[in-house]
T-cell receptor, first 116, second 114 residues
Framework: KAGVTQTPRYLIKTRGQQVTLSCSPI?????VSWYQQTPGQGLQFLFE???????NKGNFPGRFSGRQFSNSRSEMNVSTLELGDSALYLC???????????????FGSGTRLTVV | TQLLEQSPQFLSIQEGENLTVYCNSS?????LQWYRQEPGEGPVLLVT?????EVKKLKRLTFQFGDARKDSSLHITAAQPGDTGLYLC??????????????FGTGTKLQVIP
C-alpha cells in the first residue's frame, strides 16, 4: 500500500510569508503527527491529530497551526515565517494515537522548508 | 531538558567493525522504538521493544531494552556502508493532559567508511 505522502518536498519562502504543508497518511490510518527537525534541536513534536481533532500540541508559538480532514489528510500552516522556521517538517502516520506512540510510526519523506 | 539522551552523538567507523549506540533516560518508558534516518528522508522504524530485559535481533542489529525500562542499546555487528545514517530512539510519555506524547532522542550520526 502507498506510504505517507508529503507535499511539497521542497519549499523556499521569504520572511513574513505563510506556508501550508500537506500530509496524506497511509490508507486506513487515522492519526497524523507533525514534527520539526533541525540540526540543533533534533525532532520536536508539533501536534497530533486523530479523527479531525487535535489531541496533543507541542511547545510551539501560535504561528504554527494544523488541521485534519475527514479523509485523515492533514495540513499544517506556519504564518509570519521567521528564519528560524527553516527545517525539515515530518509527518508521521499511525492507525490510532496509542498504536503510534507504543509501537512506532510510519514517516513521510518530509518537506524541506527554507526561509530566506 | 532532553528526556532521551543518546551516545555517542557521532560515530565514524571502518566497514566490518562493531559498534554500540546507547539511549538513556531517567524516566520509565512503556516501550522504546529505534529508527534510522537517511539524509533528506524521514525516519524508518527498525524495531520496538516493550518488555524490560527484552532482546531483539534484526540481521546484524541487536536491540536491548533495559531491565528497568529506562534505557536501550543498539549493537551493530560487522557494520556496512548501508548502515550509515542517523539513529534515533523514541518512546511515549504521558503529558499533563493524560495523552501519550512521543519524545525522540538526541540522535547518533553513524558513518561507515568502506
Amino acid at each position: 500500500k502507498a506510504g505517507v505522502t508529503q507535499t511539497p518536498r521542497y519549499l523556499i519562502k521569504t520572511r513574513g510569508q505563510q506556508v501550508t504543508l500537506s500530509c496524506s497518511p497511509i490508507s486506513g490510518h487515522r492519526s497524523v503527527s507533525w514534527y520539526q527537525q533541525t540540526p540543533g534541536q533534533g525532532l520536536q513534536f508539533l501536534f497530533e491529530y486523530f479523527s479531525e481533532t487535535q489531541r496533543n500540541k507541542g511547545n510551539f508559538p501560535g504561528r504554527f497551526s494544523g488541521r485534519q480532514f475527514s479523509n485523515s489528510r492533514s495540513e499544517m500552516n506556519v504564518s509570519t515565517l521567521e528564519l528560524g522556521d527553516s527545517a525539515l517538517y515530518l509527518c508521521a502516520s499511525s492507525p490510532d494515537p496509542r498504536t503510534g506512540a507504543e509501537y512506532g510510526y510510519t514517516f513521510g519523506s518530509g518537506t524541506r522548508l527554507t526561509v530566506v | 531538558t532532553q528526556l532521551l539522551e543518546q551516545s555517542p552523538q557521532f560515530l565514524s567507523i571502518q566497514e566490518g567493525e562493531n559498534l554500540t549506540v546507547y539511549c538513556n533516560s531517567s524516566s520509565v518508558f512503556s516501550s522504546l522504538q529505534w529508527y534510522r534516518q537517511e539524509p533528506g528522508e524521514g525516519p524508518v522504524l527498525l524495531v520496538t521493544v516493550v518488555t524490560g530485559g527484552e532482546v531483539k535481533k534484526l540481521k546484524r542489529l541487536t536491540f536491548q531494552f533495559g531491565d528497568a525500562r529506562k534505557d536501550s542499546s543498539l549493537h551493530i555487528t560487522a557494520a556496512q556502508p548501508g548502515d550509515t545514517g542517523l539513529y534515533l530512539c523514541a518512546g511515549p510519555l504521558l503529558n499533563s493532559g493524560g495523552y501519550q506524547k512521543v519524545t525522540f532522542g538526541t540522535g547518533t550520526k553513524l558513518q561507515v567508511i568502506p
